[in-house]
């Protein structure tokens, strides 16, 4: 099964046998290229693949949860973008499409919170993704509930998932990162309990909020790379729930 582009609007083709609408499991290697023709100049111009990832653990109890706010952002991408988020690939659910005339594969880990870097490692390998191609992102309790953050490398912050997605990128850190705020445990409140937890209704609507601002920063993240709108964005979310 291949995926390739090479059309003036360019896209990632994903061809599949219409009689079968279940996931599927990848056994293949896939192309992940885009291109578009000739320029003047007659040279082609092709385009490195981003890998987006959203943290959180799969099955029905977690959704909603907080820290399962990284699916959510993935799942807001995908429908943007009209990616189809139904292939199984080194333990993950996986989409791939393109923003604008840039390829994506959108995935998030099926193997829970703590082992996301099984998934992360093999499949930024497979499609040959440079380190500073992947975007990790996921829930942060450092961060006001509903403020988004992108940074171009960091620590893990204590957060297991992106601990364990170091360790299989060869202990590496400098991949980007989308976080997005979910503030601290009220009280003395376990912190489990906290992350398993489900958003208020006024923290959801900070939530929802959050997302949508995160779908265009990620747009412009992967067509424009860290740029000064980056900067600004950063800027705008940190100061966003601040009354003059």
Known sequence: MLHTVSTAN???????????QQRHLVSTRLSVRASLPDNSNGVKVEYTPWLIVGLGNPGNKYCGTRHNIGFEMVDQ????????????????LIGIGCIKEV????AKPQAYMNFSGESVGPLAAHYQVPLRH???IYDEMSLPNGVVR????GG?????????VINHLDDCRGFPRMCIGIGNPPGTMDMKAFLLQKFSSTEREQIDAA????IEAVRNLVLNGFNQSITRFNLGQKYKFHKV
């Not at 991408?77 to 189809?84: H, L």
């Not at 390829?103 to 959108?106: E, G, H, K, Q, T």
């Not at 893990?156 to 364990?164: F, L, P, R």
């Not at 997302?211 to 995160?214: D, E, P, S, T, Y």
């Open 10 to 20: 360019p896209c990632i083709s994903c061809p599949r046998n219409s009689l079968f």
């Open 77 to 92: 991408i995908a429908q943007a973008e009209g990616v189809m988020m139904d292939t199984i690939q080194s333990k993950a």
């Open 103 to 106: 390829p994506i594969i959108l």
């Open 134 to 136: 992947i975007l990790l």
């Open 150 to 153: 992108i940074q171009p490398k």
């Open 156 to 164: 893990h912050g204590h957060h297991n998932g992106v601990k364990n």
């Open 211 to 214: 997302l949508k601002q995160g």
